[in-house]
């Protein structure tokens, strides 16, 4: 007879690799996302309100003048 501790491992290192793959490549073509149906492509106004707004953070964030790791 098996031993069911082996047995129970196996078959849970098969199931997180099985839901691993699955969010990673949305296996079900979005059906049984697990975070929710999201757009793949991005609504066009919002896109250009998007890059409207990161150009305008851009202007007034600067990097610092200071380097915190030296070599």
Do not use: Q, W
């Amino acid at each position: 007879m098996y031993n069911t501790e082996k047995i129970a491992g196996a078959l849970a290192s098969l199931l997180l690799m099985y839901s691993c793959v699955a969010i990673k490549t949305d296996f079900f073509d979005g059906r049984k996302d697990p975070f929710g149906p999201y757009p793949r492509i991005p609504d066009k106004e919002k896109l250009k309100k998007e890059l409207a707004f990161a150009a305008e953070c851009k202007k007034h964030t600067f990097p610092p003048k200071e380097k915190f790791f030296y070599d």
